[in-house]
């Protein structure tokens, strides 16, 4: 099993930037997907779910300005990210598990990708 975050980069304030998370050895929409964020001395912060049953969840620090999506025929999850702030800058990963759950909570998912770089200039 495997997943694979990818999509960032380097963006202006204000900017948007699209991220995908694709899976092998296991169909994502059967999961629920979750994106965390790490920046540099902080704790890993949930910032977007989908789940199985395609419930979203998004905290209120990216509520109107990020997306969850899935597209199972291509076995991705999506998040689109709008209205990018200097706060948005962190490594972003994408995490599964094999529920209906929202959880925030890291240890509630099994399976990681390997995290990809936002960084957000003002």
């Known amino acids: 099993v495997q997943l694979q975050a990818s999509g960032g980069g380097l963006v202006q304030s204000g900017g948007s930037l699209r991220l995908s998370c694709s899976a092998s050895?296991?169909?994502?929409?059967?999961?629920?997907v979750h994106w965390f964020r790490q920046a540099p001395g902080k704790e890993r912060e949930g910032v977007s779910c989908?789940?199985?049953?395609?419930?979203?969840y998004y905290p209120d620090s990216v509520k109107g300005r990020f997306t969850v999506s899935r597209n199972n025929s291509l076995n991705t999850v999506y998040l689109e990210m709008n209205d990018l702030k200097p706060e948005d800058t962190a490594v972003y990963y994408c995490?599964?598990?094999?529920?209906?759950?929202?959880?925030?909570?890291?240890?509630?998912?099994?399976?990681w990708g390997q995290g990809t770089q936002v960084t957000v200039s003002s």
């Open positions: 995490a599964a598990a094999r529920s209906s759950t929202t959880s925030a909570t890291p240890s509630s998912y099994n399976y």
């Open positions: 989908i789940s199985s049953d395609s419930t979203t």
């Open positions: 050895g296991l169909s994502l929409g059967e999961y629920a």
